[in-house]
Structure formats: C-alpha cells, structure tokens
C-alpha cells in the first residue's frame, strides 16, 4: 500500500521544521514547499539546487522551492485582511499560500496541509480567531493540520482518517520557544534558524519604502513596478531627487555588482573610474522626465553624489569624473561632490 503524502508550508524556520518531522516520525511522506518572493526568501532562487540539499541534510526535509512573486505582488495591492504593525498582510499571506499549496495537492498526490502555526505565538497571525479565519478563507478547514498545536483545536481529516495519530500531535501554545527546541533535539536537530526576522514586510524601514509603492507615492506605482523594481528598493542607499529621479547607490562592490545586475533598458547608470566608488541607478529616467532641464538637474545631483560617496581623498568627500551611461549616449564630465545638507531631505 502506497504511503500517505503531506504537503507542509515550509518557512525554513524553527515551528515548520518541527511541524514537518512530526508528521514524517508518523510515517507520512512529506514535501516541504518554500515559496519565494522579493520579502522573504528571493536569494534561495540563485541556487535552489543547494537550497534543497542544505535542508535535507540539516533537517532531513524534502524541500521544493516556488517563486510566487508576481502573484505576491498582486495580493499587496489590496490584502482583504489588512496589514500588520508595518506593510506586513499575515493574514492573507497566510491564506494566499495555502491557497496555492491547496492546488498542488493532486500534483503530488497528498491529502492534507501542513503548517508550524502555533497557537497564540504571534499576536496577528495566531490567535485562534485568526487561525479560524485562514483556513475559513483558503477553504483548506479539513485539510490543514497543525501539528504543533493540534491537541487545542478540532480534529483534521488526517486525525479522523487515521492518516497520523492524534495522540501524538501536540498541544503547544503561545509565545516560548523552549517546546520547539527540545522537540527538535529529539529529531537530533540542533542547528536551527534564530526567531523571526527573514520578511521585509515586517521591517520597520524596508516596509516603508514598499508602501510608498502601493500608495503611489513613489516613482514606480503599483500599477508600473515589477520584481526588479522591489528587489531595487532593498539596496543601498536610495535617494529620491528633486525632480522625482529614483536615485540607488550601491555601498559596497556587492551591492555595485547588484546594481548592474538590477539595470533595465531607460535606466541610467552612473560611476566613477578613477578611485573606488559608487555605482548608481536612476530608475527609468528614459520615461520620468518631461523636460530636458529637470532631467540634467537631477543627474547633476546624481553625479554629485556619486563623487560624494565616492572614496575620500585626505577624509574629505572630493570631485571627480563621472561616467554616465544611458541608452543611447556615454559621457564623463567632473562633478564636485555634494555637500551634506543638501541632500539630507532626498534620502528615503
Ligand atoms: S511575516 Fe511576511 S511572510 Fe510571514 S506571514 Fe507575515 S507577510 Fe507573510
């Protein structure tokens, strides 16, 4: 007889390890799904290949990874649930990914949903009301089990079938996290990820400039951004000109090699040759200016910036030639550097 099969949202962190190798320790086969998007996870899709096998052989987890992004992108403009402390939806976060891991159920011929949902753990996200609520709206009630937190809800189809043994669920609740890591030990896990972090949706600056996207505030709207645009916002230092340029500098050569990673046709890039110095973006000057001038005050400013940020010479910011590349022209001129007060309010 064949073995029964699971599909567990696999986040990567402490709760979903758990929750996946209590149901493996029960005989049924399980496939971790990471699903990826600009806001957590996006650097796994540079090497999914040793993503899958570090999870394996850290946790011995069988792990597909999905880029949900464009979805993702979509579900931000208007999260029914609302959002969190910062432009984080958790709610329908929650309910957009079981949504789509309901989907792929028949593709893997499982029968139920896994999380590491723990009851009262996050004050949002986790209250049973909320719990109720997720799997109400993601139509997944008698599919999704939790088994971390089991004991303290209704039983699932997988208990009533007699897929796994109720018994051996759990009835972990609230905030601690000292269950989960004597849980872990038991499996031999020992080496497991530090709590929370991880969602730029939930951090306190990143979340900001997110939003500024969803409320049209910005250069790049809701309607015109694309992954690049977000995967831009969350580097470097970003500077928003004074006539509406989207400046991005990179502070490190990472970053630099980032930013030409990131650079898309009507883009304008900007760099210095002569010492080491910043590579900088400005986001989709072909179709933003409507004038020549306000176009050359805003790349002055750039350049300016660039020779800013550039390395000091005797500690102090110093000119220098910038090189500007667009579409159809390359030119180098000198730039003196920008004084500090003068661009402290175009930071973002
Ligand atoms: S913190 Fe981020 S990834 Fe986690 S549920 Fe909230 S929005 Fe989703």
Redesign the pocket.
Known sequence: MSRVRAISLF?GGLDSICATRVVMAQGVEVLAIKFVSP??GYDILRDPDGYRSKIKQKYGIEVSVYDISEEYLQMLRSPSHGF?KYF???VD??IF?LERAKTMLDEFGASFLITGEVLGQRPM?QRRDTLNVIERDSATRSLLLRPLSAKLMNPTEAELNGWVDREKLLDFSGRGRSRQIALAKSFGITDFPAPAG?????DPILSTRIARVYNNDFVVTQQNMNVADILLMLIGRQFLLPNRGWLVLGREEKENDRLEELQEPGDIKLFIEERPGPVALLRRAAELYDNADARGRDLEAAAGLVTRYAKKKDGRPTGGNVIIIDDAAHSESFYEPLMDGTFRDWII
């Open positions: 986040s806001f957590f969190g984080n939806p958790c976060c929650k990914m996200s991880g969602c730029i949706l939930a």
